[in-house]
């Protein structure tokens, strides 16, 4: 068993591990110790609320089951609201082949005995994330994440792994929550818990290598049916990157044989013209465009009115 983390640790375990922890006023001192023991800790535990708009829910509780009821509150939206730093009524009474399992970060977590000799709200941490637990509601990948990181963050404060974790319906046959796989939810904390506290997912993008971009480059070049090309005809309307370039560079070489070719026609056109006409000042200028001009008479006859 583990000394639960005081509300400073607390904070600083979470915010380190990235989770938009914001403090409701109160919250150190918020909890039910002078109900009953709080601690040892032996682990967490993930709920979902059943509801919607559930803060003040879980900050007061009812006459029945007062407040507070979890630790941290999480929204839709990613923000986990710090509610409580010690014993809070999140979990009830426990099976103890689930505690067992906990306490021994066994890799099988069994289905919860019937009977529940354990008091669940003194050994773990809760979390309870928004949600109707209905199947269809989904948690935003921002919820999840956060999620994630808080069960990390209090696994790696205490030195646990990631089997420290369970769902509320793990640890008793009351209980649904939470509505998702806790299989693949203790996956990512468990890969979180590979890396440091402020390692993101998106850290380990790697550089494409050479190779790696050549191969790339080869399949965009080669793709077929990749970009639409008016002189396409109906059966093949879209070509590979690689014929529009070919097919492109081709035209090109045609065009300038054909220019070439016109150039040399204007300036035989022009020596003619020339020889012909020896009062005719012709000349082939770059480019090939003619310029002539043409000798003016000495006397220029006015338009007549």
């Known amino acids: 068993m583990a000394t639960p983390l005081t509300a400073a640790r607390l904070l600083g375990a979470l915010r380190a591990e990235g989770v938009r922890a914001v403090e409701r006023s109160g919250w150190r001192t918020h909890h039910r110790n002078h109900k009953g023991p709080w601690g040892g800790v032996n682990g967490v535990a993930i709920h979902h ?20 009821l979890c630790h941290t509150h999480l929204a839709k939206n990613g923000t986990a609201t710090m509610i409580s730093a010690g014993r809070a009524n999140h979990f009830g009474r426990m099976a103890r ?11 099988h977590h069994p289905r919860p005995d019937g009977a529940e000799p354990i008091d669940g709200n003194r050994h773990t941490y809760g979390i309870e994330i928004e949600n109707l637990g209905d199947g269809r ?11 994630v990181r808080w069960a990390a963050a209090i696994c790696r404060a205490h030195g646990w792994n990631q089997h420290s974790v369970i769902g509320h319906k793990e640890g ?5 929550d939470p509505s998702f796989d806790m299989n693949a939810f203790r996956g990512k904390v468990a890969e979180r818990l590979r890396h440091p506290a402020h390692w993101n997912p998106e850290d380990d993008a790697m550089p494409l290598s050479q190779e790696d971009i050549e191969k790339v480059a080869q399949r965009v070049w080669e793709k077929d049916h990749f970009i639409r090309v008016p002189w396409g005809t109906e059966a093949n309307p879209e070509w590979m ?17 054909q220019v070439t070719a016109l150039r040399a ?19 082939a200028a770059a480019g090939g465009r003619v310029i002539t001009t043409l000798d003016q008479p000495a006397t220029r006859t006015e338009p007549q009115p």
């Open 241 to 257: 990157a690689k014929s529009i370039i070919v097919d492109t560079g081709t035209r090109l070489r045609d065009l300038q044989e």
């Open 265 to 283: 026609a204007v300036c035989e056109l022009t020596a003619a013209l020339a020889a012909d006409h020896p009062g005719t000042e012709a000349s």
């Open 49 to 68: 609320t059943a509801g919607t708009n559930s803060l003040e829910f879980v900050w007061r509780g009812t006459a029945a089951l007062p407040g507070p």
């Open 137 to 147: 509601d989904p948690y935003p990948a921002v919820q999840y994440d956060q999620a």
């Open 97 to 107: 082949n689930a505690y067992s399992a906990m306490v021994n970060e066994s890799p």
């Open 172 to 176: 008793t046959r009351r209980k649904i």
